[in-house]
């Protein structure tokens, strides 16, 4: 644990409870799969330096982020196996990708020529669009597929081929992820030939849930932090958050009726209050949609927010926690004695899903590992 850090607004991540994730997940992977770690949006808010080097320390070799600058910052904290942009970089950037060794996601076949204007001979990997409608080639016209894939590996260094399945983790959708599914396997049969080293669709969600044995890699994400795809699903046995949000009471008081907290005077004290401050803020990352709606956890006690969220600080009800003192700690997200809060229950209060909590945690809130 790290022993200097600004006690006003922190996230602690625990590594063991990282790996236990990892290794619950493995038992669900099928045989012809490696992990592949997605550890993009600075592997959700946890930290991807460390969090990668932790991963890797556990064989994971593969890994998936956003962008070439988050490529670049992995292999400079010494991550050594392929790194996949899974989305845009610009042109310019290429030399990037060709100098650090990285793995370009093709998004679409003008992208590809351009790419190949550039003279870099790339390692990159297509992506095929089966129904997401987000990036790739188009998986309905099998025969153009094939021609652009056959005329990209004769270019650049092809090494594989991807999609995206958007509802895996929707049991009632099942059908749509199988049609997916059969329009990639015949893509990859177009161009069997070229005995492509990877070839994936399967994210967090489909790993579990779903099967597609002509993969090689699992993307490996959401889950892996301990979080659901979908508030709606549940996670196998042991799956947990890595991550806890904590802050302090910085100051009590009470609070007459009538009286009104917050901006705006969205909030009217109807009985006598005892209120606590808390030092963090939607400029650390703090949603502001809790106004009003979401609560804290203080010995072990919901303590509901009351105003409106301010840049810094917020206001929570602790009439009913006596033993509530300035300086204590507090949990925004996590466990206090037998309560939880997650970042999954967060998000339904503001009708979101756990990625979006997580990765708003901004970079003012320090990041603390534990084992």
Not at 64 to 79: K, T
Not at 117 to 125: A, D, L, P, R, V
């Amino acid at each position: 644990m790290q022993k200097s850090f600004l006690k006003r607004s922190w996230v602690t991540i625990s590594i063991d409870t990282l790996r236990n994730n990892l290794r619950i997940y493995l038992n669900y992977v099928q045989d012809s799969c490696d992990i592949m770690a997605v550890v993009k949006a600075d592997a959700y808010g946890h930290g991807a330096e460390r969090i990668s080097t932790e991963l890797q320390k556990e064989g994971i070799k593969n890994f998936a982020v956003s962008n070439v600058l988050e490529a670049v910052e992995l292999r400079n904290a010494g991550i050594k196996g392929q790194i996949l942009v899974l989305g845009y970089t610009p042109i310019d950037d290429i030399d990037i990708i060709y100098k650090y060794d990285i793995t370009q996601a093709i998004l679409s076949k003008k992208y590809a020529g351009d790419i190949i204007k550039t003279k870099y001979k790339i390692k990159c990997q297509y992506a095929i669009d089966t129904g997401m409608n987000r990036i790739g080639l188009n998986a309905d016209n099998i025969k153009q597929c094939e021609n652009d894939i056959r005329e990209l590996s004769k270019k650049l260094i092809l090494t594989g081929l991807f999609t995206h399945l958007s509802v895996a983790d929707n049991p009632t959708e099942k059908e749509f992820t199988n049609e997916q599914q059969l329009k990639f396997k015949k893509v990859i049969q177009s161009v069997n030939d070229l005995n492509l080293p990877y070839i994936h669709s399967l994210n967090s969600a489909g790993g579990l849930w779903h099967h597609d044995y002509m993969s090689n890699l699992n993307r490996l994400g959401i889950i892996l932090y301990g979080l659901k795809p979908d508030n709606t699903n549940i996670l196998p046995k042991g799956i947990k958050p890595i991550m806890e949000w904590k802050s302090v009471i910085s100051m009590i008081k009470t609070v007459k009726p009538d009286e009104t907290i917050g901006y705006g005077r969205s909030y009217r004290v109807k009985n006598i209050m005892r209120i606590a401050t808390i030092p963090t803020g939607y400029a650390d990352g703090y949603n502001r949609l809790l106004s009003n709606k979401g609560y804290i956890l203080i010995h072990g006690k919901r303590a509901p927010i009351v105003g409106r969220i301010c840049m810094d600080q917020f206001m929570v009800d602790i009439t009913h926690i006596p033993e509530a003192k300035e300086y204590d700690e507090v949990t925004l997200l996590g466990k206090s004695k037998k309560e939880v809060l997650t970042a999954d229950d967060m998000a339904q209060l503001i009708q979101s899903i756990g990625y979006e909590v997580v990765c708003d945690i901004g970079k003012r809130v320090p990041r603390v590992y534990s084992d």
